[in-house]
């Protein structure tokens, strides 16, 4: 199984990354760009029961590879 998370800063705090890739992107002329978030993708090989590998990879986001006052975190495990 693989487990797949995107880390993004929360909609309130100040994203200075996306922020510069939106104003690159209407100086490129794409038209329509509205907000941009920079953030984290990571993959992670895992074996076991879904279940408990969820419950530990949750834990493990929320304490390690996130900063729950700043960011968010999305988690879904696939097959």
């Known amino acids: 199984m693989k487990a797949k ?3 993004t800063p ?3 705090v100040l994203d200075p990354q996306g922020q510069t890739v939106e104003r690159a992107l209407a100086h490129m002329g794409y038209q329509g760009v509205g907000k ?3 953030g984290k993708y990571l993959e992670i090989e895992v074996e076991g029961d879904k ?3 969820e419950k530990q990879l949750d834990e493990a986001c929320h304490k390690f590879l996130s900063n729950p006052v700043i960011e968010d975190y999305k988690l879904e495990i696939v097959d």
Do not use: E, G, Y
Request: glycine share 0%; net charge positive.
């Open 5 to 7: 998370i995107i880390i």
């Open 51 to 53: 279940a408990t590998l």
């Open 36 to 38: 941009v978030h920079v």
């Open 10 to 12: 929360k909609k309130a």
